[in-house]
DNA sequence: AATGAATGAGCGTTCATTCAT
DNA sequence: TATGAATGAACGCTCATTCAT
């Protein structure tokens, strides 16, 4: 019944089982990331599950006991998927820092018109709220997926304190993540995604190579 | 500091005042909101509401026949009163341009601190991506919202077209929102807030200013 | 499906409600009772409730939010409706006090041999086992049925003291629940009855009048 | 005191002793009797076997192909054991007729106070009710331990018939067994337990003694 | 012998909704 | 207006059982 949605990640393998059980490990997570996106929490109900995967109900509560296990296995496989992609992504050897910030803020911003990543982290967000498991990893991606922030900014401005730097790589993550709700999948000014990249890199360049140190420190007079 | 928009929820009231009956219209709206900010949406059934409400089941489906315009008056209202506040406070007249950028800023970061605007603008986005009424009446919200923004920008920086004025306030209003995540209430940095104020003034002011015509509109080189 | 037993007792009423609601109140009750006699404890769903009686699963949740609910409401009413036939039948006048005794003797052994009595009890002495409230409502039950035996032993042998005519009591009330093992409905003593009638009329009566004070507390040399 | 009839589950293995795999046989009836006592009929599920036992569900179903298989098997070893122990203990020697009398209406109700016995019993009268099986291996149960009693009673008084020896027999049998109602394992007149018992012993010695051929045979005049 | 995978029915419970009163 | 009664679908979850490995 929903399109489907098949994320290009590889989830966390379970351990032992025989090798039948890994598919149906996998076609749940998978059906379960697709309800998700294409229908909100909402629709993450073992019956939904059981229909898009085509496996039964019971079938799905023998992977995951409770719903709760469900969820952090799916938030685990999901976000250690990012984390691995960043990782992977932000490392790489780039020319100079400007150039390793710009493709940082390309990178990140093109993710974020991905219907995957808009629906998705909004998802997380309100659910955020209310869950210490889904506030705790979340906060746990972020802060490595600031991390190469932090390095590329302490090169460009070595005066700059580790709190002034990472108090930076706080504004500049959170001003892209912010994007997500005018600019992101579908969302009213995806269009004007592009312009929106050309000013966060012009901004955020000139914001870091200029910040004195001290200078957030103190009201502005 | 600290402003809080929507101090108490007055606002919720229909149009005409305390007709007869209408009391039971404000207690089921106020009772949904509650339950919306304090346990997420998934709490937002008519069985809770009933609850919290000290009304009856059949009651609150007698002013409200279904689920949805239920949370389509919730909405409204929420949005209206967000509206007003807005529009009150950001036309107040200020002293210079810059000086009434900077309060705005402290308006809006000051606001997303608070329990109700965190929580109930992240359930929005999660809502918005799957149902067109909450999107549709989110993005007029914010267009509103924006443009008091826009306002000053062609103060600031009359040489900028229309098109690039209303792409630095979204740039901008963004930008804010996107603090959100990390500083918002009860977020792992709420307590930088302050310094990201001073980073959002000092880095927002600047990028108005400096703009150039055109610049936003050419590929970074 | 089931056999259509129908228990002749009064339930309690709910406080409220319309006329039509005190039907589906009983219905349930009675459905629940009949289950539990018929079937066992574990024959007692809302969903065999809802074919007994007729009603739907969801009407049932109604009335009774959750089982727990629904089987004390049950066992209130059930175990109401025997205090009552006890304290209507236990204090009639009668002429000597041997003639109380030996009628109340009678009453409690042609009870025991009833369907609704040796079933009924049985569950409830196995779900006593583990569950507080039945534990307690039993114990109550017992301790009423139990005090017109006290009155008439206090009346046969003055002598003893108000502990030594208790224990007396419980003496004699425990044997009598015994038979419900052997020879209580469709048990394979049940035509011995009127036999174990006998030798418990001879034997509780002397019983009573030859105990001395004192007697039972001393060990047995 | 308190002597134990069963003080281990030895007696839960089949003839043979160990055979190969015979380990899991035996964890399982141990495992499904501690659910049985400390949790009742309702806890008897496979899983739960399965959890405590620490074997798999799969591995409970291949000893036992049905619930039914299993239920029965566990029944059938702890009655089993039960005639065992009634067996070896209630034909010891003892000097008088009134001795052995006495010592066995001790053994019995010391045993009926263990958590074991209440428990297990209280389930088995109640599953007595709705299945056949269990309703005829309690009654061969308690047709063997009746016997000893008849036999004493024989000596005791000559006089009587045999089923007059067999009804008293029975009549003692079941005011023992009444007893597990009150004073069993935790129950409210447990503390009690040693002055029923000197009512006990008192009254039916002098009950078997004292019983004429046919008395109980006539309704009393 | 032992276990993982899979099934289908049933569990108590919540849900939005309808309707008679 | 306001509420009790009633419905039917869905919820997460447990169950005994079957089967391939």
């Known amino acids: 019944m929903a399109t489907q949605f098949v994320p290009d990640m590889k989830f966390i393998l379970r351990e032992g089982g025989y090798a039948r ?14 309800l998700l996106i294409e229908h909100g929490y909402r629709a993450l109900s073992f019956r939904r599950i059981a229909e898009v995967s085509g496996l039964k109900v019971g ?44 493709d940082l803020i390309v990178l990140i911003l093109d993710d974020i018109t991905t219907k995957k990543t ?28 600031r991390q190469p922030l932090g390095d590329i900014i302490a090169e460009l401005n070595p005066a700059l304190s580790e709190p002034e730097r990472e108090t930076l ?26 312009m929106l990249e050309r000013i966060a890199i012009k901004s955020f360049v000139r914001l870091v190579r200029e910040m004195k140190a001290g200078e957030m420190l103190e009201p502005a007079e």
Chains 1, 2, 3, 4 share one sequence.
């Not at 059980?21 to 697709?34: M, N, V």
């Not at 790589?169 to 992101?184: P, Q």
């Open 169 to 194: 790589a706080l504004f500049i993550s959170a001003s892209m993540e912010g994007m997500t709700v005018f600019a992101g999948y579908q969302k009213p000014f995806r269009s004007r995604m592009p």
């Open 118 to 145: 808009t629906h998705f982290f909004m998802e997380l967000w309100a659910l955020s709220n209310h869950d210490q498991f889904v506030f705790d990893r979340l906060h746990e991606l972020y802060c490595r997926a």
């Open 21 to 34: 059980g890994q598919e149906g490990y996998e076609l749940i997570l998978r059906a379960a990331l697709d």
């Open 59 to 102: 079938h799905i509560s023998y992977y995951f006991p409770t719903k709760e296990e469900l969820v952090r296995a799916l938030l685990d496989a999901v976000i250690n998927s990012y984390q691995t992609e960043f990782d992977r992504l932000m490392h790489q050897p780039g020319s100079t820092p400007e150039q390793r910030l710009e």
